[in-house]
């Protein structure tokens, strides 16, 4: 898997290691600070490949970049500090079972890559990548952060793997429980790995163990997370220990460093069928990674996919294809968001089109009801989730938003309109008492009336001047008395009043200083009783005697 790359020379112990574990199989593993003591460590020191693939002798990156047709150096062979030939890319190999014709390129890295330039890596033409997370059940990988992001970043497809030093079932399951909290670290659910998660089985410790039982238990957990699995192992462990048919059921990942032959792994003889990956080199040399880096290639194809990349506290959304949406409205996933100029992800209020949006912490465009410090709005789903300002109707009721977008309740008043909304913020319509006062609002418009109102045959004043309150007893309007009973109603024809009796014409103006059939009205209005007008005398019961 992916380690430091200092060159040490072997040990007289390491020596005796590469022996044990077979000279063409062995790498070194990917962390020594542990003291480590799998097939790649001999007590803690790095045990160096002694072969790998070659199709080419060229000396430097750059020879071999200039006759490689995608950017990656074709292949070169070199000897590392024990004389021994290593390898460090391919164009394609001719013999085994791997030709290389329709492969996808990969490395493999971990923290003692140090900081990656992804972008380069891409461009340089690897195709894919294999990330280390961490080992064990509690010791995270130091770049996994910046690995993720920039491949993330990059359009890089990876996957994901796990140094186990898990002995038992449940030691397999904490190291689950912790690969799964580092994915959701970087918000990655199965969806966004291009490849499986690989459980790396190669620590001594592990040797003896019930190797299926300990693996299945890892499985259990990630598969049950939604991640897809796999298993990591040299070519020595695949024959000789890995041989239940657990591991049949998912991805093999294959350490092999004997390309010259081909890879030998027999239940990966169909290779370009299947969905295994054959790691044949520790002694890469890519552009963006410092040092050496393991080298791969599969015939899966990456699963690759739009997706969220999160940088810093901010977050934006890469296509496949590398592009991203900025300045822009984006639909994802059913939902709808919107980005700046630079491409980051929006929260918040946002005016957009001639019209406010609201975008809740996650990006996402609310709709519907919205309280926002205290107030409540309402975003409209017919009108694209736009911000209702105005009268709107909402399952059957009426509302008033201000200009602001805030609800109203009580009273509101809008180009010279007043409304009343009850505490609930619906709009009141028709007759409708406030404040002890009793008025009328229109059942289109709930707009508050003012002036005359024939509501049902009778006619009634409602107070004008903004004012709007239903209008009782004597009232002087427009030059003319009318009188208005207890329910409002306007007054028409003869009325007694407190005793005294008025006449009040069609349009129920009050009469006064004129004859109304025998009876004569005063200046007052009131009708005259026992006296005389003009020469006439009318009666105690107000109608002229004809005296």
């Known amino acids: 898997m992916a380690k430091r790359r200092t060159r040490l020379f072997i040990s007289v112990f390491a020596c005796a290691m590469l022996l044990m574990c077979g000279a063409l199989n062995c790498a070194y593993a990917d962390d020594s600070s542990d003291g480590a003591n799998s097939w790649r460590f001999f007590h803690g020191e790095l045990v160096l490949s002694d072969s790998g693939a070659s199709t080419d002798n060229l000396g430097t990156f750059e020879e071999a970049a200039a006759d490689s047709a995608d950017g990656v150096m074709a292949c070169s062979v070199e000897a590392n500090g024990n004389g021994w030939p290593v390898y460090n890319w391919f164009d394609q ?21 140090g900081k990656i330039n992804w972008a380069q890596v891409k461009t340089a033409g690897v195709d894919f990548a294999i990330l280390r997370c961490g080992y ?24 994901v793997y796990l140094y186990s030093r898990a002995t038992s079932p449940e030691e397999a399951s904490k190291e689950a429980d912790f690969v799964i909290s580092q994915l959701k670290s970087e918000y990655l659910t199965g969806a966004d790995l291009a490849f499986p998660v690989y459980f790396d089985m190669e620590d001594s410790k592990m040797v003896g163990k019930n190797y299926a039982a300990i693996a299945q238990a890892f499985f259990d957990k990630l598969t ?16 000789k220990r890995l041989t239940s048919p657990v591991f049949d059921k998912y991805s093999k990942w294959v350490a092999a460093y004997n390309a010259s032959i081909g890879l030998t792994y027999a239940p990966m003889s169909n290779f370009s069928e299947g969905n295994g990956i054959w790691q044949f080199s520790d002694y890469g040399s890519v552009p963006g990674i410092s040092g050496r880096v393991d080298l791969n290639y599969t015939y899966m194809a990456p699963v690759n996919s739009d997706h969220w990349i999160k940088s810093e506290s ?18 994802i996933d059913g939902q709808w968001y919107h980005f700046d100029a630079s491409g980051w992800m929006q929260t918040g209020w946002l005016w957009a089109n001639g019209a ?48 602001s977008g805030a609800m109203a309740a009580g009273w509101c008043v809008d180009g010279g309109a007043w409304r009343y909304a009850v505490p609930s913020g619906a709009l009141v319509s028709g007759w409708n008492v406030v404040n002890g006062s009793w008025y009328w609002f229109d059942g289109e418009t709930y707009a508050m009336r003012e002036g005359w109102l024939n509501d049902g045959g009778s006619w009634y004043w409602l107070a004008d001047g903004g004012d709007g309150r239903m209008a009782t007893g004597w009232q002087q309007i427009g030059g003319s008395w009318y009188w208005l009973s207890d329910s409002g ?46 020469g006439y005398h009318v009666g105690a019961d107000g109608k002229w005697d004809n005296r």
């Not at 190999?93 to 890559?113: L, M, P, T």
Request: hydrophobic letters at 35%; glycine letters at 16%.
């Open 356 to 403: 406010w949006y609201y975008l809740g912490s996650s990006g996402a465009m609310q709709t519907g009801w919205l309280n926002d410090g205290g107030a409540w709005y309402y975003l409209d789903p017919e009108a694209g989730g736009a911000m209702a300002t105005g009268v709107k109707t909402v399952q059957g009721a009426a509302y008033f938003f201000d200009a």
């Open 489 to 534: 109603a306007m007054a028409t024809g003869w009325c007694q009043i407190d005793g005294v009796y008025y006449f009040f014409n069609g349009s129920g103006a009050m009469e006064r200083d004129c004859w109304v059939g025998d009876y004569y009205l005063t200046s007052s209005g009131a009708m005259a009783t026992d006296t005389w007008v003009g």
């Open 314 to 331: 901010k977050w934006w959304y890469r296509y496949v294809d590398g592009s991203y949406p900025a300045n822009c409205w984006a639909q």
């Open 224 to 239: 049950a997370a939604g991640y897809p699995v796999g298993t990591y192992a040299n070519l020595s462990w695949w024959n």
């Open 93 to 113: 190999f001719n013999r085994g079972y791997c030709s290389g014709i329709g492969a996808y390129k990969g490395v493999d890295v971990s923290e003692w890559q």
């Open 136 to 159: 064990a059940s509690t010791y995270p990988d130091k770049q996994w952060h910046n690995n993720v992001q920039g491949c993330l970043s990059s359009g890089m497809p990876f996957g």
